[in-house]
């Protein structure tokens, strides 16, 4: 089945610093997802990317898909205690037929020190 | 307000006693899915449905069963729970195909 590696699985920061998660695929991808999910909370959507070589800003957050569609990543600049929790990729096989299967990644951990 | 209901939130059960977690949307979507979450692992979808009485398995499916007689609910069964089903677990529905999935608020299930 579809195999995705995120990277790194845990980051400590201290406020006002920058976080980046990855994302990394060995076959392309069709489009890939992030969530992020408070502590103690359900995952919500935050964007998703679907053309090679797509970048898309939200805030202080900026999503990357690569050129080859194979990885993705999600930074964060000036991180925010309201930073706090975990952040999945989640993504689609290019050509797949499994109708409806997405794909997480085991996750970033994110702890921000203020 | 749109949202994805489950219940119970939290379950403590022995090993061999049945149950099942329910899911239901308000959105009017048509594909719905249920996933574990473990330490370490990410979230694991178990099964996950197209449309009414369309349903297929995930990458977990081993020890669950679902079914979708209504396009609002999907309930989450097993039938003989073991403790390495342990975990918690989220339901989800989207509009579309590989689309934004909408989370339930978690049930937590222990098996003991």
């Known amino acids: 089945g579809q195999q995705v590696m995120q990277i790194p699985q845990y980051q400590h920061v201290q406020e006002g610093e920058d976080f980046t998660t990855y994302c990394n695929s060995s076959?392309?991808?069709?489009?890939i997802q992030w969530y992020k999910q408070r502590p103690g909370g359900h995952p919500v959507f935050l964007i998703q990317?679907?053309?090679?070589?797509e970048v898309k800003k939200q805030k202080r957050l900026t999503f990357q898909f690569g050129e080859a569609k194979k990885n993705s990543s999600l930074h964060i600049t000036a991180t925010q205690t309201t930073d706090v929790g975990t952040y999945f990729c989640?993504?689609?096989?290019?050509?797949?037929?499994?109708?409806?299967?997405?794909?997480f990644g085991q996750g970033t951990i994110l702890t921000v020190h203020p | 307000e749109a949202q994805v209901t489950q219940n119970p939130r939290y379950l403590i059960t022995v090993t061999g006693k049945k149950l099942t977690v329910t899911c239901s949307q308000n959105m009017n979507h048509e594909y719905m899915s249920w996933y574990r979450q473990d330490p370490g692992l990410g979230l694991r979808q178990i099964y996950y449905s197209m449309n009414v009485e369309v349903t297929d398995k995930g990458d977990v499916p081993e020890g669950y069963k679902v079914s979708r007689k209504e396009k609002r609910n999907f309930p989450l069964i097993l039938e003989s729970p073991s403790p390495n089903q342990t975990s918690l677990y989220f339901c989800?529905?989207?509009?579309?195909?590989?689309?934004?999935?909408?989370f339930g608020p978690g049930t937590r299930l222990t098996v003991t």
């Open positions: 076959t392309t991808l069709s489009n």
């Open positions: 989640a993504v689609t096989n290019a050509g797949g037929t499994s109708y409806g299967k997405l794909t």
């Open positions: 989800a529905s989207s509009s579309r195909e590989w689309g934004e999935q909408y």
């Open positions: 990317l679907v053309k090679s070589g």
